[in-house]
């Protein structure tokens, strides 16, 4: 089974400008969480979508949005660029396993270069 | 606020050698707590996940503990091998998100 796709591997961007991110999850994975990466940093939640609904939202502007699709693929937006946007952007599936636990699955990200 | 800790940042060992890296989190209520391996510039590839109510978990040569009621985990890595290099990140999950460590950067030297 193919993995997490990402798309694109890397942009680049100029400030104020408008990026769009997307993901395609694990064939049968209905959830779908984003990631902000900063160099030397662990990742930190931005979102999450169930089901086409957001379930959760980090602590990010509202410059930050995301949509789920009807075939569980997803879209990250970020609107007006600033330059400590620049980070790597990953994207994870998970599946609600029988006990109730999420086990995520990342994908390769998206480095996004904001100049 | 639910914060993870790593310690090391960084280490450096001979092939062959075996190793402990540690993590630790300041609320124990969590569903589940995973490690994962990073390499540069690439995403995450998930080692072992622990639910809350396991003690450990074992994949070849990896072993990570979980101790949820002092807030520590263990990543335990035998025979460590020069493709072992990679920064290991450990996440805890409290609900539908995980919450990351800054991560151990392991380097293996043959």
């Known amino acids: 089974d193919a993995g997490v796709t990402q798309s694109p591997t890397h942009l680049i961007k100029t400030r104020g400008q408008q990026v769009t991110l997307r993901c395609s999850p694990i064939?049968?994975?209905?959830?779908v969480s984003w990631y902000q990466q900063v160099l030397g940093q662990g990742p930190q939640f931005i979102f999450q979508?169930?089901?086409?609904?957001?379930?959760g939202r980090g602590n990010f502007p509202d410059r930050f949005s995301a949509r789920q699709f009807p075939n569980y693929s997803s879209e990250l937006n970020v609107n007006a660029l600033l330059l400590g946007d620049s980070a790597l952007y990953l994207c994870?599936?998970?599946?609600?396993?029988?006990?109730?636990?999420?086990?995520?699955?990342f994908g390769p990200g998206t480095r996004l270069t904001v100049t | 606020k639910q914060e993870v800790t790593q310690i090391p940042a960084a280490l450096s060992v001979p092939e062959g050698e075996n190793l402990v890296l540690n993590c630790s989190f300041t609320?124990?209520?969590?569903?589940?707590l995973q490690w994962f391996r990073q390499d540069p510039g690439k995403g995450l590839t998930s080692l072992l996940l622990?639910?809350?109510?396991?003690r450990e978990q074992t994949s070849g040569r990896l072993n990570a503990s979980l101790d949820k009621s002092s807030g520590r985990s263990t990543l335990y890595i035998a025979a460590s091998q020069p493709g072992d290099s990679a920064t290991y990140l450990c996440?805890?999950?409290?609900?539908?998100?995980?919450?990351f460590g800054k991560g151990t950067k392991l380097t293996v030297n043959p």
């Open positions: 609320d124990s209520a969590i569903y589940n």
């Open positions: 994870a599936s998970s599946l609600i396993k029988s006990t109730g636990i999420y086990e995520q699955y």
């Open positions: 979508y169930y089901e086409k609904e957001e379930r």
């Open positions: 064939s049968g994975h209905k959830s």
């Open positions: 622990i639910q809350s109510s396991q």
């Open positions: 996440a805890v999950n409290p609900f539908e998100k995980l919450v």
